[in-house]
């Protein structure tokens, strides 16, 4: 009988950080903390108590051939979520070209055209990569962690939107914030070399003649 009960006490603390860690929206996390699954959590229970709609995660370090189908991968997991869903998959050791050593791949899958339309593909898959890719002084591990919780944060932001539902557990996309501004100081300044180089001297000449 004490044996029996040691063997079950093993079994349950070889489980319990399992038990732990278990995440009602993080189907798989081969590349994240339990500080940014703990973020996602709380993301992802304020999303799908305003909007009935599920966002999940799957990280994977699977080394997936060039043109994989993340699609027929994502079944797998099928009855793990709930619809409506869309999941957000990120695979940085998949192959994307035959040439090039770069890996890295994202993949945006919801449960159905209606749900496809409640989100901007690329607006999430930059979020994540401007984060990834940038070249700082942080671990390859810590910016995939930002990075996934920061495209996340994305898709969920666009799927409130999309409902007229503000969220209060998401983060500011910063990235996205400079290069809108930098995109309107651009356009200002392409006014002003028009008006400089183009408009004033046909008005000046008018005026003059």
Excluded: C
């Excluded at 869309?86 to 055209?113: H, M, N, Q, W």
């Amino acid at each position: 009988m004490l044996k029996s009960f040691k063997f079950r006490k093993a079994i349950f603390l070889a489980f319990l950080p399992l038990i732990l860690n278990a995440s009602p929206f993080v189907l798989k996390d081969d590349t994240l903390k339990p500080q940014a699954i703990e973020l996602i959590d709380k993301m992802g229970n304020e999303l799908r108590s305003k909007t009935k709609i599920n966002a999940y995660v799957l990280t994977t370090n699977e080394a997936f051939p060039l043109r994989f189908n993340l699609v027929q991968y994502a079944k797998k997991y099928e009855d793990k979520m709930n619809k409506p869903y869309v999941l957000y998959i990120f695979a940085p050791k998949a192959r994307i070209t035959e040439k090039s050593e770069i890996t890295g791949r994202v993949g945006i899958i919801p449960s159905s055209d209606e749900i496809k339309k409640l989100y901007n593909y690329a607006d999430i898959r930059d979020a994540g990569l401007d984060v990834i890719t940038v070249k700082d002084k942080n671990s390859i591990e810590d910016k995939q962690n930002i990075g996934v919780v920061q495209a996340y944060s994305e898709l969920a932001d666009n799927i409130a939107d999309a409902k007229n539902i503000e969220l209060t557990t998401t983060f500011p996309n910063d990235t996205r914030t400079v290069v809108s501004v930098l995109k309107v100081i651009v356009l200002i300044g392409l006014l002003l070399v028009t008006w400089v180089y183009l408009i004033r001297p046909i008005v000046m000449r008018k005026k003059n003649d």
